[in-house]
């Protein structure tokens, strides 16, 4: 087990950590004598022949390397520490659960641009107020230069001074004057630091309903300790609100929120309602930001500057000193697991930096995972309820559709062809979901059945027909489209099963008056079409939404009143043990864009398997009882939340060279009783972007002596000499 050294506080030796794969940080002396660093510091130090950055953690009386080898920091990069003692104390139990190196924990925390030898400042942004001779010219100075006139009223009014976007608001021809009253020194430049708080005037949101208040009233009077609230609310049943209202009321004592949202649930719309709720400016943070400003974001954030933090995974490690509430919304969301490097679940990080910050934590769902019913079931979390939509709102009227009974044309059936009839000439709106992109996921020869297969993986390409390509979904593989079929030389080749560029064109050709919008991974590919779609269906341009899950969550949507799911059943019986609490999971969350405003609304499910319990407990609107079937299985095959399972990966060009690697792991275990390791076994895909895969499933009923093995076992591994012929990951 590592142990953070950070509280030990004195001794000659300084310990760093770096970005290296290695389960350990290093020794070093402090750059100069007397010279003192602070645990969360960066510094630069030399390592391997060169010189890179990396974060003191704490001191030591001394160094197991021999005097003589000791190596001095080279440099010192912050005048304060970056990270907060909580927090690296986090960084370090992060790095024991996952059985992580730290140093790829810490590279994992920080933004990259903060990974190299950047210095941690906040840009300002340009300002401009009057000296103190330009507040007290005479305005009769101004009488042929109304600009400038104008431009200097304005500065006597904002003693603060202002900046170039609120200038431009403000006064006209504003640049030109400017220059002028800065020649005769009126008027002076300053920096002034990012604002986030105090932006508008709050825009009070509808008043709360009895279940909302309770929520909110609940969560509010916990704000001096750690607790875990699950809020578990229907869909439109106004859990955002609670949010809000709970943020609100922490920012007038001072508090900082961090919310955490899925990857496809951050949206513009989401970041404008906290901001025009709450009158701020909020953090934003995503990987898909420009690295400088995301690592400003982060600052601004560290500093305290900011008062809310939005972001999606790794935003949970973020430093904020006044910390006052976590929000983990749609906890149940599977981006908030990181699937490569440092495998983590930024619920879980979440919840245990509430508990080391003595904060409350609200997970909020429509569809609970599992594991958080399970412990709200047995008292661990607070478990709060919003039975209701808000409103007038009513819950979505499920209807399944026998697919066994039914003719298609085009893979949509009558009655679901009926119904969309039915809202375009009511002029609502229509959301058809399909959860695979593409024209069809099989480009296939009708006369001998050749299958066009990716050349790096063991899957099929998908046929895209607007770009013309076949495209592998698992990686980067792009082929031009064969007209003659490699198996028998003959023309048959065809488009074999839907996505959704399929089914919009299907749609396209039976209702070609309609105006369709496409919402995918393809259709959203450049920046700012997602937001020119969005705000189509709100300004009501659009009569049919097609789409994958990128529609399914967070979007309100108060025109549509039918949503169709055109294939119910991908998952329903697939491998992983997961699939089918998925898959309630997404459809739920789908049906849940139906009817949210007045008007009544209706789902209809396309499904071969109509008596599935699942479909059961959705026309029922009971995910309770669904969860109960689920929760009832795993507990009969002992999967979790009644087991804690691990499990170690490898993968390499060579195909034999995984399972290999993977029963030398299994002979190198030295697993007590109560730790079941399982044969090794290849991956459900083998074959992935030319790496062949394997896993190895560790189980156990309790978590101490798993992680008690699972710790020995990796430092183990890391050190076996075949190790270094496969990539593994736990
Ligand atoms: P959820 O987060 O559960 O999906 P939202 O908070 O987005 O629900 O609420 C759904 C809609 O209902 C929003 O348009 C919201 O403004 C509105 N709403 C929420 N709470 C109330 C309320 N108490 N009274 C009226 N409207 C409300
Ligand atoms: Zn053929
Ligand atoms: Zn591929």
Redesign the pocket.
Known sequence: MLELPAMSSSGPVYQVVVPSPLYRFFDYLAPAEGVVLRPGTRVRVPFGGRTITGVVVGRAERSELPPNRLKRIAAILDDVPLWPENLLALLAWVADYYHHPIGEVFATALPAWLRQSHRAEIRGAPNWRLTNTGRSADPEAFRRAPAQRQLWQTLVDAPDGLDAAVLSTRATRWRTALRALEKRGWVERHEQLPRYRAIAAPRP?????PD?RASAEAVFNSRHEYRTFLLH????????????SIIERLLADDRQALVLVPEIGLTPQLVA?FEERLGIRAAVLHSALPEAERAQTWLAAAAGLAPVVIGTRSAAFVPLPRLGIVIV?EEHDPSFKQQDGLRYSARDVALVRAAREKIPVVL?S?TPALESLRHAREGKYRLLN?PG???N?AMPDVVRLDMRRLASADGLSAPLREAIAARLVRGEQSLIFLNRRGFAPAWMCHACGWVAICPRCDARLTYHRGRNRLLCHHCSTDQPVMTRCPGCAGEALRPLGAGTERLETALARTFPKARLVRIDRDSTRRRGSLEASLASIHSGEADILVGTQMLAK?H?F?NVTLVGIVNADQGLYAPDFRAEERLMQTILQVS?RAG??DKPGQVLIQTWHPEHPLFDALARHDYDAFADYLLNERQAQQYPPYSHLALLRAESPAQSAPLQFLKLARQLANSPDDVTLFDPLPSPMERRAGRYRAQLLVQATERKPLHRFLDAWVRALSEAREARRVRWSL
């Open positions: 949101g509808p008043g709360l309903n909302q609310g229907v869909t439109a049943s106004g859990k955002t609100e609670v949010y809000l309602r919304d909020g429509a919003l939509r808000t409103g709102a967070g309100d108060p849940g949210r405003a």
